[in-house]
Each structure stands twice: as structure tokens, then as C-alpha cells.
């Protein structure tokens, strides 16, 4: 048994974790599974992964297991149990990246001479390198989920599987960056992934000066002459030329980015090993590459959600009351009336039992009735399509409803299933299966979670989570300025080939419902959009909302009247637990928001008939081309999103006194300017903080007041980044501060 776990070891907190295993059998044949434990755990504790694995004699296989983000330590064993025996085991070590932190993956020749990408980092954050061999890249995109730029130099992409493949392109598609080096092994480098590049690789040929490429650095390379690859751009933009030939070129592919070479990345080619951290700076920081994944943000309305089962209607509280009359009226003055008439009043003792069997008979058989005989099977889904792609990351939660206390095993095909962290919100006595953890074997083609225990008229959640490929929506959309900070959106939408139900355009703070859209249907899309009304919708904060102010289940379902409408209820909670913060979750752009009548994955019960409840959210990310005019170019709050750089402030942004907390603002990328002439910023919150900004020239915190309303932060193109992000500090004064939004807006040229 060998093990290769996440990336060189590394991995992130927040993500899935892949852990490949090889294994050799020399002896008779296995037929058995592969367990990963926490290092202290014994051999009866449930696997936090698990995959059954078949070893014929003298064989040598690969598995990929996948660890969730849920189960997270730093000391695991590996075990491949048969017939309840341990056969081989091994033990390994996680190094965890937080989410704010930088992780590269390096595959091919780079691993000689990239140990400096570690020093490029975000101000105040980590940067890791991890070096892996392509065979030991995850087949599934959800084991990519941790990386944040793949290097690829001098390696072989031909030999990649097809699944490999295809993992690295829904990565990249869903906020990955891609590096494609050049020099002498550009062609092989390219064979695998031409398709995904910016240019068309051509041959390599020698040149004596690397001029442009200095300049651009501003210091000194290594003498030449260099192995420079020629190429011809296919998609995308020439970041860097040098005599007509592309240095440097870059396509934006869905919410990532992919980045060509035409050099080699030795450290080599610089005298110091500033200059090459210089350049890859100015790769990252330019780069387009935003997260588009969604998760389930809140427990509470998620796990409301999933218990919001349609076809489970509990009786009202007028026919309960009714029951409890006619029950007390019939055993009490009916039945002693009826006797006394008969004079048989020694009789109550028999007839008092008859009337008690009977109404506890009807009770029973009532809620038999309300529970059914066969499980439902309860499926939440949201499928997130960037732009330009037809690949969807699907994040599901799922409900199972027993109707009498059993186990099951359920298939989940296209997706890994999980644990839920929804327990914290729950109260003991409801939650019977917290001391059973999932079993959850997974399997080339998705997962199945065997011996699920589930109490009388219980539900038991849990959460898939997978990509897919879907049927993609056409847009043909243009917003041009025509006025000072005002915007017109203007063209078509196309639907795919599924049907979306009360369908809505969300842009900004404005919306433009669409009703319901059939397959193949073409919608046009007319929005004028204004600075004055373009800020965060309403009055809501974007961060910590409380539910009664988070407006974007109101602006997708078209009411806010949605309390006392189960089925509007029951979306708006959903909606709630993948968006708590509002309309931060969706991010800057234009979405087409609307419902599914089905969606992957696919989860039912082995060998037992049960009945299927599907609600599906589609959120396609849709291409947008901006024009100016001029009137001049002014970038409005709403296209600009501030998040918190650290993953856990969303939890809770109030601030204690004189705590800080740091943002990364970052407009929509179709916005992004060359040049920026005016900035302002606006706190909205309880207290009055300090607000800074980040001066990347003087790499120092410059500090631009705490009055109330806009304002002016000074020298405004030194804070904002090549790649447009404003980084923010608020720092709380001497007494608590509670940060409900942050509102950027700018002015220049683009």
C-alpha cells in the first residue's frame, strides 16, 4: 500500500481532499474496502471515507478517495479491511491551508525552481507550494477544490486521462487559475489541453533578448538566448508581446482564468529572485479568478428547509381540537347519558375501554395515513453555471422521511455525499441520528451511504455535492453607459433545454422577471440602471442579515410574502441557507435566476420503492459585454463586492473594541479599469470605525476617516491592485461595532 494524500500533503480546510492509494496483491483475491480513520480511532469507528475495492491476484490497482471538508485533522490511517480483518495499513499527515492563505499546485519540471511562489501571497497571508505528478491529479473536480493556481511546466498533458482532463476544466471554470508555461516543452505541455488555451501553440525557437518582459519587471534578467514558443491567439488577450510575438496571453474561461507563457518559469531566467517573484505577482493579481461554489451558509434554514417536506402535512390545529372535543364529549356526558338511559351504568368501565380503542385506533391510523408506507426521499438542489460553460457545480441538501424506524441504503449517483454540520442548531432529542454517523462508500460514478438509521417519522439529512455537465443558456447581452454612473442592459437570453419556472434576470439591485421559460425559448432583456439605485438592495446589510432583511429570497420568488406560503416558505429557506449574507453570496455581474422541476444528482433507495420530492435552483452567470461612452465610466456599489478576508468573520462581523477586520473588495471583471480618478467608500453599521485602505505602492495602511456617509479615499489608483482589489481595514473605536455593509464606488478609464 502506498498513499499520495491532498496536494504534496497539503490541504485545504474548507474543501474536499483528495487521498489516491495504490495498492499491489501479490497474494490470493481481495475483496474488500479502503477506510480512512482519524489516527485514534479504532477499527469499529464509521470511516470518514471509504471505497469498496476489488484485488484480483497479482494486480496492482489506484483509488481516489475524497475526504469532506466536515471530518478535518492532521493525523489519519489508511486501512484495507476484508472480512472484517485489517489486511494493510498506513498511516499519513494532513498540512491544512486556510481559506484566506494561497495554494499552488506544481506539475512537471517546476518543482526544481519554484519554491519562491511561496513569498506570493496576499499582504498578511501564506503562500504554499505543493508539487505533484500528473498521475496524481484527482479525476473528480472536487478534489481541485482546494487549489488556487496549477502550474503546469514541461509535462505531458496528452497522458492525462480524459477525466483528468475534464476535472481540470470544471476547475478552472468554477474560479480556477491555470499557468501553462512554454520555452522547450511547450508543445508536449499543450498536447493534452490545447482546447483550453488562450493561443495555438506553434514551434519554439531562440531568442537572444526577453526586452519586453523586462521592462515590464522593471529589473534584470539572466543572459539569453531563450526558448521561446510561438503562438497565434485563438480566445482571450496578448498580456505581454515583444515584436509581434505573444509573451505573455490570457483567456478568461468562466469564472477563472487560463494563462500562457510562451517562456519557460526557471528561476534561471532572472538574476534575483525578486524579479520572479515580480512576475508571478503580476500574473495573480491581474488574474480574473473568483469563486462561484456554493454551500450551505446557514444550518438552521437549511435544515428548516429539508424538514419542509410538501407531501408531510401536519393536522391542523381547529381539527385537533375538534378530535379532543368529540373525544371528551363522547366519553364523558354521551357515554354516562347513554348508560343512565339504559341502566346499565356499570358498563362505563367496558364502554370507556371500547371508546378509548376506538379513538386511539383512529389516531394511529390518521397518522399512518399523513406518514405514508413508502419513504420520500426530500432533494434541495442548486446548480451554479459560470459564464460561457456547460458545466454546473451542484450542491444538494437531501432529506430521507421514515415512515417506521428502519435502516436503508441509498444510491447518489454523480456526487459525493457528506455529513451535515447542521447539528449544532438542533436540540438532542431531535436529532436521533447524531450518534450515527453517515456510512458513506464512494464509488467511481457518485456514492452510496449504507445503513442509514432513521427513526418513526424522522428525517435524516445529509449533503451531495458533485459537477455535471448541463444544458447551457445563450445570451447576447450589452450594457453601455448613458449617463454619469448609469447603465442600460440591452439584448437576448436564450434557454437551454431545461424548464425554468418563474424565471428572473438579477442585476444589481435591479431585477427583471422573466416568468416561466420553456426549452429553447428567447426572451428580450431591457434594464436601465442608475448610481442612485444601483447600492446594496434596500436597506438590507450584506453581512449577518437577520432573515427579515435578507431581500434576496423576496427579489427571486417576486414576494416578501412568503411566511404563510409552505411551498414560498420552503424555497425562501433554501435560499436563506445558500445565501445567508444576501446578495454577497451571489457576487457582482448578471445572473438568470429560476426553478427546476428536476436536477442532478440522482438519489434513491436500494431495492425499496419511495417517492421522490425535487426542488432545483438554476443560477446561470451570464456574459455580459460593457461599452463606453463619453459620458465618462463609474463602477456603482453593487458591481463591486466586498467579502471578508477571513473565512470565519462570516460567522459574526461584530467587532469587539478596537478589533479590526479586513475585506477584499473586487469589482465585476467586465468593469475592471486601467485607471483610476475618484473613489469613495461608505461603512452602514452600528458605531463609527476607522476605515483604511491598502496602499499597494507604499504597501501601508492609509487611513481615510469615520464620519458617517461616502468618503474620498486619496490617491485612489495607488490602492487599488492590477487586477482591481481594494483591500479594506475597519477597525473598531473603544466600544462594540456591528458591520451591516460596506459600499464601494469608483470613477475612471477602462
Request: net charge negative; charged share 20%.
Amino acid at each position: 500500500m502506498a498513499v499520495v494524500a491532498g496536494f504534496d500533503g497539503y490541504c485545504r480546510r474548507s474543501a474536499w481532499c483528495p487521498v489516491q492509494v495504490l495498492l499491489a496483491n501479490e497474494g490470493p483475491d481481495i475483496e474488500g474496502e479502503l477506510h480512512i480513520v482519524e489516527s485514534y480511532a479504532s477499527s469499529s469507528n464509521r470511516p470518514a471515507g471509504a471505497r469498496a475495492v476489488s484485488l484480483p491476484s497479482h494486480s496492482r490497482k489506484a483509488y481516489f478517495l475524497y475526504l469532506p471538508s466536515l471530518r478535518w485533522s492532521s493525523r489519519w490511517k489508511l486501512r484495507l479491511i476484508a472480512g472484517g480483518d485489517v489486511l494493510a495499513e498506513q498511516e499519513f499527515s494532513l498540512r491544512a491551508v486556510v481559506e484566506a492563505d494561497r495554494l499552488y499546485a506544481v506539475v512537471g519540471r517546476g518543482r526544481e525552481n519554484l519554491n519562491f511562489l511561496a513569498d506570493v501571497a496576499p499582504p498578511a497571508r501564506r503562500g504554499y507550494v505543493a508539487y505533484v505528478l500528473p498521475e496524481n491529479l484527482p479525476p473528480d473536480p472536487l478534489g481541485w477544490e482546494g487549489v488556487d493556481v496549477v502550474v503546469l511546466d514541461d509535462v505531458d498533458t496528452s497522458a492525462l486521462s480524459l477525466e483528468q482532463r475534464w476535472a481540470m476544466e470544471a476547475w478552472v471554470a468554477h474560479g480556477g487559475h491555470l499557468i501553462v508555461s512554454g520555452g522547450g516543452g511547450a508543445a508536449q505541455t499543450a498536447a493534452g489541453i490545447a482546447d483550453l488555451l488562450p493561443v495555438t501553440v506553434g514551434a519554439v525557437r531562440s531568442v537572444d533578448s526577453l526586452e519586453a518582459l523586462s521592462l515590464r519587471l522593471g529589473g534584470q534578467l539572466a543572459p539569453g538566448p531563450y526558448a521561446v514558443a510561438e503562438s497565434v491567439l485563438r480566445d482571450g488577450e496578448v498580456l505581454l508581446e515583444q515584436d509581434g510575438l505573444p509573451l505573455v496571453a490570457r483567456r478568461i474561461y468562466g469564472a477563472g482564468t487560463v494563462d500562457f507563457l510562451a517562456f519557460g518559469t526557471g528561476a534561471d531566467l532572472f538574476v534575483r529572485w525578486e524579479e520572479a517573484t515580480r512576475l508571478w505577482s503580476f500574473l495573480l493579481d491581474t488574474a480574473a479568478s473568483s469563486d462561484v461554489r456554493l454551500s450551505f451558509g446557514e444550518g438552521y434554514a437549511a435544515w428548516t428547509a429539508v424538514n419542509s417536506i410538501p407531501d408531510l402535512v401536519a393536522p391542523s390545529v381547529l381539527h385537533l381540537l375538534a378530535f379532543m372535543m368529540v373525544y371528551t364529549v363522547l366519553i364523558g356526558p354521551v357515554n354516562y347519558l347513554v348508560l343512565k338511559k339504559l341502566d346499565r351504568r356499570e358498563l362505563a368501565w367496558i364502554t370507556i375501554l371500547l371508546l378509548v380503542g376506538v379513538f386511539t385506533a383512529f389516531a394511529y391510523g390518521t397518522g399512518l395515513q399523513i406518514r405514508g408506507r413508502t419513504p420520500i426521499v426530500h432533494r434541495l438542489t442548486a446548480v451554479r453555471v459560470p459564464a460561457g460553460t456547460d458545466v454546473g457545480r451542484v450542491t444538494t441538501a437531501v432529506g430521507l422521511f421514515s415512515p417506521r424506524r428502519t435502516t436503508y441504503d441509498l444510491r447518489v449517483d454523480g456526487a459525493m455525499a457528506c455529513e451535515t454540520e447542521w447539528d449544532f442548531y438542533i436540540l438532542p432529542g431531535y436529532a436521533p441520528y447524531a450518534a450515527s454517523p453517515l456510512y458513506v462508500l464512494q464509488e467511481a460514478e457518485g456514492s452510496r451511504v449504507v445503513g442509514i438509521q432513521v427513526d418513526i417519522g424522522g428525517i435524516r439529512p445529509f449533503i451531495a455535492e458533485g459537477y455535471t455537465g448541463v444544458s447551457s443558456v445563450d445570451a447576447s447581452l450589452q450594457m453601455e453607459s448613458i449617463s454619469e454612473g448609469g447603465f442600460r442592459l440591452e439584448g437576448t437570453i436564450r434557454n437551454g433545454a431545461v424548464r425554468l419556472t418563474d424565471a428572473v434576470l438579477l442585476v444589481g439591485s435591479e431585477e427583471q422577471r422573466l416568468g416561466d421559460l420553456e426549452p429553447g425559448a428567447e426572451v428580450a432583456v431591457r434594464l436601465d440602471l442608475y448610481s442612485s439605485a444601483m447600492v446594496s438592495p434596500g436597506s438590507a446589510p450584506l453581512f449577518g442579515v437577520p432573515y427579515g432583511l435578507n431581500t434576496l429570497p423576496g427579489r427571486v420568488l417576486g414576494t416578501e410574502d412568503y411566511w404563510n406560503d409552505a411551498e414560498l416558505y420552503r424555497k425562501a429557506q433554501f435560499l436563506m441557507a445558500l445565501f445567508p449574507y444576501g446578495d454577497a453570496g451571489l457576487g457582482p455581474g448578471v445572473h438568470l435566476v429560476g426553478w427546476g422541476e428536476e436536477a442532478p444528482p440522482t438519489v434513491e433507495v436500494v431495492d425499496r420503492p419511495s417517492r421522490q420530492r425535487v426542488t432545483a435552483l438554476y443560477i446561470y452567470d451570464l456574459p455580459v459585454t460593457v461599452h463606453e461612452t463619453s459620458v465618462g465610466f463609474t463602477v456603482p456599489p453593487s458591481f463591486i463586492s466586498c467579502v471578508p478576508e477571513d473565512e470565519e468573520a462570516w460567522k459574526s462581523l461584530s467587532l469587539d473594541p478596537h478589533q479590526s477586520r479586513l475585506f477584499s473588495c473586487m469589482p465585476w471583471t467586465p468593469m475592471r479599469m486601467t485607471q483610476v480618478e475618484e473613489m469613495a467608500i461608505r461603512f452602514e453599521g452600528d458605531g463609527l470605525p476607522t476605515i483604511s485602505v491598502w496602499d499597494w505602492e507604499k504597501e501601508e495602511w492609509v487611513e481615510v476617516g469615520r464620519s458617517p456617509g461616502w468618503q474620498t479615499v486619496p490617491r485612489p489608483d495607488a490602492v487599488v491592485s492590477p487586477a482591481g482589489l481594494v483591500r479594506v481595514k475597519v477597525q473598531a473605536d473603544a466600544t462594540p461595532t456591528f458591520i451591516g455593509n460596506l459600499s464601494i464606488r469608483m470613477k475612471g478609464q477602462r
